[in-house]
């Protein structure tokens, strides 16, 4: 582990793929928020990308049982 990534194959492509996922979410989110866009279209894309967010990464703790998004430690994707 190199700070909050880690050095294995597997490891890595584990928090990259997951950090992409969370990117591409923010990116629906940050219409709304940072843009400060309050039409229909804005609030359910953002909406819909919170939803998929909390579904999907708390799959994924219920399913590994681990306290962190990508394994037993603190990873980027988690902040």
Request: aromatic residues 16%; without cysteine.
């Given at each position: 582990m190199v700070g909050n990534h880690p050095t294995?194959?597997?490891q890595a492509h584990t928090v990259d793929s997951t950090f992409d996922f969370l990117y591409?979410?923010?990116?629906?989110?940050a219409i709304p928020t940072v843009n400060q866009k309050k039409d229909d279209e804005a609030s359910k894309g953002?909406?819909?990308?919170t939803d998929l967010i909390l579904?999907?990464?708390?799959?994924?703790?219920n399913k590994n049982k681990t306290k962190w998004l990508c394994g037993e430690t603190l990873t980027v994707p988690d902040f």
């Open positions: 294995t194959l597997d591409e979410q923010w990116g629906k989110m953002y909406f819909a990308a579904d999907r990464m708390s799959e994924r703790l």
